[in-house]
């Protein structure tokens, strides 16, 4: 019984030296003397719940138990979602088709007007101030374009949009970073509609690559026509060439032959000319011979070699004389 007895006197103590430490720990929360900032964070400090217009930069900052306490904002850029209907509140296209789409705006508080916010602006007015402007923003921008020319222009639908939500939200304490445009839509109707159209255009491309085909192909073909003809043209031209220079070998072997059979003709006259005078001199030296020897057996006396004897004048040839 001793020992229940004292085992039931501890209880209380532990129950209530664990309410002591639980309040020790809340009173040391409350009445913490400091408050750290991050590096991602931008804080004002209250005074009995009147913020100072000093903005407090990353680092720890002391305050006053009780009568100050330190509310910090994040500077990193923060996404908003936007959803633009396909119903009466959706967007006008130039050509009346209500188009819907989404976008999502990154946004950031802007750390020089710290002040501004915690005196001006909830986050709740903040985002509803951003799809405000985006909605108004993106519906005018819409409206100059048909729903065609929407997808091959997103990007510079998106930058017109960020430039006119900027110049709506200049006097806010926010910065617009980045908008993206995604998921641009439309009716049942007008998709039904849009792929009809999509397929007759895609008909009607299909028809011009055919004709475009047959156009190529006749090109080829006309091409090589004339690749053809100019090569026959060519062959020509180089048989032509061919003869003539064939024609001119055959006229210049001719005329070769021609003047080898002339020098040899007049190789040959020379050389008959050559024997004649050869013949003559040689008949001349035999009568010279002759003479010679005449001369040697001469007496002295002078004896015509023809006397005529006959009264009619008739001549008698005389024996010459003799030794």
Known sequence: MSDVAENQSKMPRLVKLGIGLFLLILILFLCWPVKVVKATERGIKYTFGKPDSSVLLPGIHA????AQSVKTWSIVPSKLAIDIPINDSGAISKDNQIIGARLVVYWQYDEDRIYDIATGYSEKAIHDLLA????????????????????????????????LI?????????????????????????????????????????????????????????????????????????RLKTAELEAQARITRAAGERDAKIAEGEGIQRYNSLVAQNLNVEIRLRELEIELEKAKRWDGRQVPTYVPLTPSGAIVTLPSAQQ
Do not use: C
């Not at 305050?63 to 009780?66: A, D, E, K, L």
């Open 166 to 238: 900027r110049t709506h939200l200049a006097t806010r304490p926010i910065k617009i970073t980045q908008i993206n445009i995604s998921n641009f839509d439309w009716s049942k109707e007008f998709d039904a509609q849009i792929n009809a159209t999509m397929k007759a255009a895609q008909q009607v491309r299909e028809a011009e690559q055919r004709a475009n085909i047959a156009e190529q192909e006749s090109r080829r073909q006309v091409i090589e026509s004339q690749a053809k003809a100019q090569a026959e043209i060519a062959a020509a031209e180089g």
């Open 132 to 163: 405000s402007d985006a909605n108004s923003s993106i519906k005018t921008v819409i409206g100059s374009y048909t729903i065609f020319d929407l997808a091959d222009n997103q990007s510079i639908i998106g930058d017109r949009v960020t430039q």
């Open 63 to 66: 305050r006053i138990p009780f």
